[in-house]
């Protein structure tokens, strides 16, 4: 599998920032086309990576839910370079679920990542090579619904499920899915959270996990293990006795 060319969305900030500098620093990579929501973070991702590496870095402010807005930009960017790796990865959190927030969680966390990976998935079925992945950021809060966090949860339990799910059915076309589950990962998210999160980590730690399992064809790329174990046990217990576990979290205040 050769990777020169890389598309990561949400790229100015926490793993997808964390990503980009990673890349950057491969030799054989030679295109980042990076997107975000914040000019100046952005910039300053760009700036980082052509310090850290030799290849050229292509950035564009894009909101994530236009959809024709993004397809534009991943079908220019194919068209400049046949892409090898799009990291389907910008993500929010809820915070209070208030309506607002409710409907810009499942805008931005689901079909943000269905507006990445439809035109990605037809471009790469147009092509006979087999240099294609596809990277879908979910996250540990998928395994299960999540009292202190039910949108967010839900969201990620959406692409977790149709990151598998894409996984074989697009087997016959030699299209390579990973689905991301990361548990809590230095972030602007994770920055706003007030709830306990064990087992945190840095996002370059982090970034450097996913490239390997995502060198190695790892399905499901789930990580630290003990929360990966943690939350399966949580997933396949009896709801009953679930609930008496999930009531007595803290939530965030």
Not at 52 to 57: E, L, M, P, T
Not at 70 to 99: D, H, M
Not at 181 to 197: H, L
């Amino acid at each position: 599998m050769i990777i020169k060319n890389i598309l990561i969305t949400g790229a100015s900030s926490g793993i997808g920032e964390a990503l980009a500098l990673y890349y950057a620093q491969q030799k054989e990579t030679e295109n980042l086309y990076l997107c975000g929501r914040n000019a100046q973070r952005l910039e300053q991702v760009k700036k980082s990576c052509e310090k850290a590496g030799k290849s050229k870095v292509h950035t564009q402010i894009i909101d994530i839910t236009n959809k024709e807005e993004v397809a534009t930009w991943i079908n220019n960017s194919e068209q400049s370079t046949p892409l090898n790796l799009v990291f389907a990865n910008a993500g929010v959190a809820t915070l209070e679920e208030t309506p607002e927030n409710i409907f810009n969680t499942f805008n931005t966390n689901v079909m943000g990542v269905i507006n990445t990976t439809t035109p990605t998935i037809e471009n790469y079925k147009k092509r006979q090579d087999k240099d294609k992945i596809i990277a879908i950021t979910a996250s540990i809060a998928g395994y299960h619904g999540l009292p202190a966090c039910p949108s967010y949860s839900a969201t990620k339990a959406c692409v977790k499920a149709y990151g598998e799910a894409l996984r074989l059915n697009l087997l016959p076309y030699n299209i390579q899915v990973n689905t991301i589950c990361p548990g809590f990962v230095r972030s602007r998210i994770t920055e706003k959270n007030t709830c306990p999160m064990p087992f945190f980590m840095e996002a370059e730690p982090a970034a450097k996990i996913i490239a390997a399992r995502i060198k190695k064809n790892v399905g499901l790329i789930s990580f630290p293990w003990p929360m990966r174990l943690a939350v399966w046990l949580g997933s396949i217990l009896p709801n009953s006795v679930s609930d008496f576990i999930y009531k007595r979290l803290p939530y965030k205040v």
